[in-house]
């Protein structure tokens, strides 16, 4: 039975600053009580990328601790219990390109947005009853309970040039306050850690490092297994090498088609190359040279893939390659570990942190040197064999229970500091 933490003793003392009583979940004695926690489910609203999957997945795994009663905010309106993404259906993919189309046309979109949404969340969390905010996605709204806030990466810092000049200015504004709300901050590696602590002078005691899980959607599979899903692509079990990920500047897909180019006729012909992922900021450029490679079948971009499909096109791949330039933690090169696929990856960031000793590194402003090993992985089935077996063991660590626990620390530790 769900019981409301005591925020006084008695005395009448509510919110008010100086009269804060820490309830029993943060010392561990939360048998009969959880803590009420409002997520921001804002990111569902559009196609379901890297933080929409990290709200679905973290959310679900902090329900079933039942440690938290948890709502979440989305759409402008509360919901009891883990956010769930919208199913997608023909009209909302309509809505979506329409807002798409008129986005670049509506001034100052990003703080009218803000302002209706703080109102409606402020509200729904007054009603709601909300102990403790957690904002997955590095912006939070006001609130006047203590706050987690997630800061999955500091691209836009590094690579401005990399994202829409309109978003880079909005986290320029946005960001100093917001570091400065959180109580607490989540960062998915111990590589974003040390951005966030080096660019913003955090004190390094308020930012937990909860590397993210993977679903268990993804997982080795026979080529029996795969061949509906693959037979439908014009592709078989093990023939094809695999990117995934949106197409957008900072995942550097230009580097992985010269990189591809450069194979033999014979390698390119055995093993097409196949690019998942939805089109995103100036995917234009990226989309005239992949129209122009596609003309003989060894390049295929599919666009957006459904999960299922998805984990049937990691599992039948010979080789993963993800030559991003900058990463706060990156899932792709994970699932296709844990798919039972070799990897390649870039170097930079976080993901040789994430990878371990369980993937090969590239370049990523070096495509012929990507080029050779490509080549010799491919050429080499013992090498593909072992780097496989390394990821399956490297992935089994990464699960959404452990990103769980770790958040929960994070928010006894804002708790902890509330009261203190």
Same mark, same amino acid.
């Given at each position: 039975?769900? !019981? ?54 973290l959310?679900?795994?902090? =329900? ?60 729904? =969390? ?31 810092? !590094? ?39 080096s ?43 695999l ?62 893939v ?11 791949a010979?080789?993963f ?35 371990g ?49 770790r958040?929960?620390?994070a928010?006894?530790h ?5 009261g203190?």
């Open positions: 039975m769900e !019981r409301n933490f005591t925020r006084s003793s008695g005395t009448g003392c509510g919110r008010e600053p100086g009269c804060y009583h820490a309830p029993a979940f943060i010392h561990g004695t939360h048998a009969h009580l959880v803590l009420r926690v409002g997520l921001n489910a804002t990111s569902l609203a559009s196609p379901l990328t890297g933080i929409g999957n990290y709200v679905v997945h959310g679900a795994a902090l =329900a079933a601790s039942g440690e938290v009663a948890l709502y979440s905010y989305f759409a402008g309106e509360w919901r009891a219990g883990s956010p769930v993404a919208p199913e997608e259906s023909a009209s909302s993919r309509l809505r979506q390109q329409v807002r798409e189309a008129i986005k670049p046309w509506i001034p100052f979109k990003r703080e009218l947005r803000q302002v209706r949404e703080q109102a409606l969340f402020r509200r729904g =969390a007054h009603r709601h009853k909300i102990e403790l905010y957690h904002e997955p996605n590095y912006v939070p709204l006001q609130t006047d309970v203590p706050t987690v806030t997630t800061i999955h990466d500091l691209s836009w810092v !590094r690579l401005p040039g990399t994202h829409p000049a309109d978003r880079v200015r909005w986290l320029e504004r946005a960001m100093p306050g917001a570091v400065e709300a959180a109580g607490v901050i989540l960062v998915d590696s111990h590589f974003t850690r040390s951005e966030l602590v660019i913003f002078a955090v004190d390094p005691s308020r930012v937990h490092v909860a590397w993210l899980g993977i679903s268990r959607a993804f997982h080795s599979r026979s080529a029996a297994e795969t061949a509906s899903t693959l037979g439908a692509r014009g592709l078989h079990h093990g023939g094809y090498v990117n995934v990920g949106t197409l957008e500047p900072r995942k550097n897909v230009g580097h992985l088609l010269a990189a591809y180019s450069a194979l033999s006729a014979a390698l390119r012909r055995r093993y097409p190359l196949v690019i998942a992922g939805a089109k995103g900021w100036r995917a234009s450029p990226l989309e005239r040279q992949l129209r122009a490679l596609a003309g003989d079948g060894q390049v295929r971009f599919l666009g957006p459904r999960d299922d499909e998805l984990a049937h096109l990691y599992a039948g010979a080789l390659v993800f030559p991003s330039l900058y990463e706060g933690f990156g899932l792709p090169p994970l699932e296709a570990m844990a798919s039972g696929v070799p990897v390649l990856v870039s170097d930079r960031a976080s993901m040789p942190e994430v990878v000793d369980a993937a090969r590194l590239l370049d990523p402003e070096r495509p012929e040197r990507t080029t050779g090993q490509m080549e010799a992985l491919l050429e080499d089935m013992d090498a593909r064999e072992d780097l496989a077996g390394r990821g399956l063991r490297r992935a089994a660590t990464f699960t959404w229970e452990a990103c769980a626990k958040t929960l620390d928010y006894r804002a708790l902890q500091m509330r203190s």
